[in-house]
């Protein structure tokens, strides 16, 4: 285990004024032992050790993940305090009010902005906490309405997205598809164009003709329409 660092008074002032439970659990042990195994974070009851990670790093505390080697000699995951200045913009997630988000939700008209859909509909940062903090929040539209299903994608795209990994560019995030589906010039950086259809109700029936068609000609679905619009 690491001798514990001097650390910068900056970041212990930080420290101590942050008070959600599973970031001290990461914080007050890296501040006296110098780093936090998975093993550390399973044993405290965090079964997603990242995700323990990542509300510190949400606070604008990075750190950085190593191995470091036990008494035993066995090797373990751990994270560390990463020597990276302080982010401005990070401080803490703003929970919106249960009433806010209601009129958010119905400010969208109840349904998800990309797929129509209707259901477990869930606000989001229009661009995401981990490039912009809470930066953007008194600007125009900062949020945006979801369901469960379109959320999960936003997330996989954004989160292998070389911006949300390095570059922390809001500029690019504001001309993606995630943050702005009718007027965007990439989709995580890459040179797509998407469009997200829903069949509800009565026309479901519509649906299922389509399917049918693209499984007489060996087609999916999406390879179906395209054929159909050329």
């Given at each position: 285990?690491?001798?514990?660092?001097?650390?910068p008074?900056?970041?212990?002032e930080?420290?101590?004024?942050?008070?959600?439970?599973?970031a001290?659990?990461v914080?007050?042990t890296?501040?006296?032992?110098?780093?936090?195994?998975?093993?550390?974070l399973k044993?405290?009851?965090?079964?997603?050790?990242?995700?323990?990670?990542?509300?510190?790093?949400?606070?604008?505390?990075?750190?950085?993940?190593?191995?470091?080697?036990?008494?035993?000699?066995?090797?373990?995951?751990?994270?560390v305090f990463?020597?990276?200045?302080l982010?401005?913009l990070?401080?803490g997630?703003?929970?919106?009010?249960?009433?806010?988000?209601?009129?958010?939700i119905?400010r969208?008209?109840?349904?998800?902005?990309?797929?129509?859909?209707?259901?477990?509909?869930?606000?989001?940062?229009?661009?995401?906490?981990?490039?912009?903090?809470?930066s953007?929040?008194?600007?125009?539209?900062?949020?945006?309405?979801?369901?469960?299903?379109c959320?999960?994608?936003?997330?996989?795209?954004?989160?292998?997205?070389?911006?949300?990994?390095?570059?922390?560019?809001?500029?690019?995030?504001?001309?993606?598809y995630?943050?702005?589906?009718?007027?965007y010039?990439?989709v995580?950086?890459?040179?797509e164009?998407?469009?997200?259809?829903?069949?509800v109700?009565?026309?479901v029936?519509?649906?299922?003709?389509?399917?049918?068609?693209?499984?007489?000609?060996?087609?999916?679905?999406?390879?179906?329409?395209k054929?159909?619009?050329?």
């Open positions: 285990m690491p001798e514990s660092p001097k650390l008074e900056a970041l212990l930080r420290i101590n004024s942050i008070t959600k439970k599973r001290r659990v914080l007050d890296l501040v006296e032992k110098g780093a936090i195994s998975t093993a550390e044993a405290a009851g965090y079964d997603h050790p990242p995700r323990a990670a990542r509300d510190v790093v949400e606070l604008g505390i990075a750190l950085k993940r190593v191995n470091i080697k036990r008494p035993d000699g066995q090797r373990i995951a751990s994270y990463d020597e990276r200045e982010d401005p990070k401080t997630r703003v929970v919106l009010a249960k009433k806010e988000r209601d009129a958010l119905e969208y008209r109840s349904k998800c902005g990309f797929c129509g859909g209707k259901t477990n509909l869930q606000v989001d940062h229009r661009i995401p906490y981990e490039v912009a903090g809470e953007q929040r008194y600007e125009d539209d900062p949020f945006q309405v979801l369901d469960g299903s959320n999960r994608k936003k997330s996989w795209d954004c989160e292998h997205c070389e911006n949300w990994i390095k570059l922390k560019d809001i500029h690019i995030c504001q001309s993606c995630w943050a702005n589906p009718d007027n010039s990439h995580a950086m890459r040179p164009r998407r469009i997200d259809v829903v069949w109700g009565d026309e029936r519509q649906f299922t003709r389509l399917e049918a068609a693209a499984l007489r000609s060996g087609r999916s679905i999406s390879e179906e329409i054929t159909r619009i050329r």
